[in-house]
């Protein structure tokens, strides 16, 4: 199999047209062309007139040896690696110890189920409730204004990215295809197929949720066990090694290999870990404000008149200004045609974040614009970081109105520096609503002087993105975990307690859906390989 990169060819082009293109490349007859699939399919829209689509092809063609000696020197065309999926491991039948995974957001799932097809039959824990039963609750705040601190947008079977974009990219290095095994999975969980080459994925909600409890049913036939509404308490260390886990319940779980996949929201847990002498660093993280649009000037600021096309969709946005005080400004999570949603999973702070569905239909496009703030930001312990999150959480609430609003402000006025008193063109989606005023008190002074210098700046690509109308809600604080939960880099494994294998967006190990999925392989494996390890001493 050859793989072809860089076939360009315009938006509306035939199936005819791409097989002409192929065999143009290639220097073949048609008659000798094979077979063609679509390994990526990108698009170029840095002419707005003339936006073309990005093909990498994986092409079987007749002597390939032959083809191959004639594109000798041509650097787009390869053979195609080998993007399946090995199994490191397999549990021997008599394996007696079981894994067990806390938590079932993305890297749990991928941890769990890598274990599970290696016959390692994990235990899950998780605090959070079956998905369905998540979903009424995390509609009960953003309803009714109720949240339940065990069982919201942060926790319970899913993880964070349940009500999500569900976007699926990534920007880490995956030498091993890792990310190819997360796709191939998440389409056999009915996700749509089309996510094997899109270059840019994306679920959606609804689809989401019916996912994830595939999977679970997935992971259960291998021999896995789920034990949901079980949050982990306390952990039982024997001479800096995992020798269980105690549970909220009381009861006790008695395991030396423990998948730590705890997201960046398990604050409670992260004081345990601490409070037992794991080690925990404080890292770098962002806050900001979520901003909406009409989707229909990203649309047409991107796209230009092929706005609309179906193969494009909803356009998104990245960008990125250094401020003048030293500080960068980014925009994070950008949501096409999506809401703005109430993300909290602690009583008496508000939270945002995005979701969208499938069809990214909204009228709204969103996405964070926050900003980097470092340890230097918040001296003092390693848990430091997270109390600076929930101190300004805290504040959200507060000036939201102390009822889970959102205090909000038009980008007009922000700029301006004046009090917002009525919305405009622009109406907000993050339920359950926003109280305009003056966002100056929401976030540290720098944090509020390089977003206001990035939103002019950001208007200079985006033409319109500093419109008066466009809504900033806040606070956006949740962007990645604040501590890191050091592991060894070859064992994966704490890096001062043995059995313990910190993974995912909590540990500080991915950033993102996608990440944190491959994460998880990856620490599964290492699990595999250990058990096998202890089970030949033992
Ligand atoms: P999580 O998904 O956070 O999962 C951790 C799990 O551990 C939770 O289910 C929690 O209940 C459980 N848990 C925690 N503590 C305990 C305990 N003590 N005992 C038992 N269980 C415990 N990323 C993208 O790539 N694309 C997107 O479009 C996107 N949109 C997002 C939208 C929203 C609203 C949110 C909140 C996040 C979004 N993200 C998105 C980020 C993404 O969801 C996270 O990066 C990802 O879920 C991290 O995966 P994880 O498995 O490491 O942690």
């Known amino acids: 199999m050859l793989r072809l990169t860089d076939v360009q060819l315009p938006l509306d082009h035939t199936e005819d047209a791409l097989v002409a293109a192929i065999v143009a490349r290639l220097g073949i007859a048609r008659g000798d062309l094979i077979a063609h699939t679509i390994f990526r399919r990108g698009y170029d829209a840095r002419k707005k007139s003339a936006i073309s689509l990005v093909y990498t092809l994986d092409v079987e063609v007749r002597d390939e040896a032959r083809v191959l000696k004639s594109a000798k020197g041509d650097r787009q065309v390869s053979v195609a690696p080998d993007t399946d999926y090995k199994f490191v491991a397999q549990a021997p039948a008599e394996l007696a110890s079981r894994p067990v995974v806390v938590g079932f957001g993305p890297c749990g799932i991928f941890a769990a189920l890598i274990l599970a097809q290696m016959g390692f039959r994990p235990i899950i824990l998780e605090r959070g409730k079956v998905v369905r039963e998540r979903t009424k609750d995390t509609w009960g705040l953003w309803r009714k204004r109720e949240l339940n601190p065990e069982s919201n947008v942060q926790f319970g079977e899913g993880g964070a990215g349940t009500f999500s974009d569900g976007k699926l990219w990534t920007q880490v290095k995956d030498p091993k295809f890792y990310g190819r095994k997360v796709l191939t999975e998440f389409v056999k969980a009915d996700a749509p197929p089309e996510i094997m080459y899109v270059s840019k994925p994306h679920i959606g909600t609804f689809r989401l949720v019916k996912m994830v409890e595939l999977m679970r049913a997935e992971i259960e036939r291998l021999g896995g066990e789920f034990r949901f509404e079980s949050k982990v308490d306390d952990i039982v260390l024997d001479d800096g090694c995992v020798a269980g886990l105690k549970l909220a319940d009381g009861s006790e779980l008695v395991t030396d290999h423990v998948v730590l996949a ?215 604080t949740r962007t990645s975990s604040p501590i890191r939960i050091k592991r060894d880099d070859r064992t994966l494994q704490s890096i001062n307690t043995q059995g313990l294998y910190p993974a995912g967006e909590g540990a500080g190990y991915a950033g993102g859906i996608m990440s944190a999925a491959i994460d998880g392989i990856r620490v599964a494996e290492a699990v595999a390989l250990s058990m096998l390890e202890t089970g030949k001493r033992g």
């Open 262 to 476: 705890i997201g960046h929201s398990a604050r409670d847990t992260f004081r345990m870990l601490h409070a037992r002498g794991i080690y925990v660093e404080a890292k770098p993280f962002s806050m900001g404000f979520r901003i909406e649009h009409p989707q229909s000037l990203i649309d047409a600021c991107r796209f230009g008149s092929s706005a609309g096309h179906p193969i494009l969709g909803a356009a998104d946005y990245k960008l990125v200004h250094h401020a003048s005080n030293g500080r960068g400004v980014y925009s994070f999570c950008m949501c096409p045609g999506g809401t703005v949603v109430a993300a909290t999973s602690e009583p008496g702070r508000v939270v945002t974040n995005g979701m969208s569905q499938y069809s990214r239909n909204e009228r709204n496009a969103n996405a964070g614009i926050v900003v980097g703030i470092t340890p230097d930001d918040y001296p003092g312990h390693p848990l430091a970081g997270m109390e600076f999150q929930q101190q300004w959480e805290a504040k959200a609430f507060e000036l939201g109105g102390g009822n889970y609003n959102a205090p909000g402000q038009l980008v007009g006025d922000f700029i301006a520096n004046k009090p917002s008193t009525q919305f405009g063109t622009v109406q907000p989606s993050y339920k359950p609503g926003v109280t305009l005023g003056d966002l100056n008190p929401s976030l540290p002074s720098y944090a509020i002087d390089a977003i206001r210098e990035a939103l002019t700046a950001f208007d200079r690509q985006i033409k319109g993105f500093s419109m008066h109308d466009a809504v900033l809600t806040g606070i956006e």
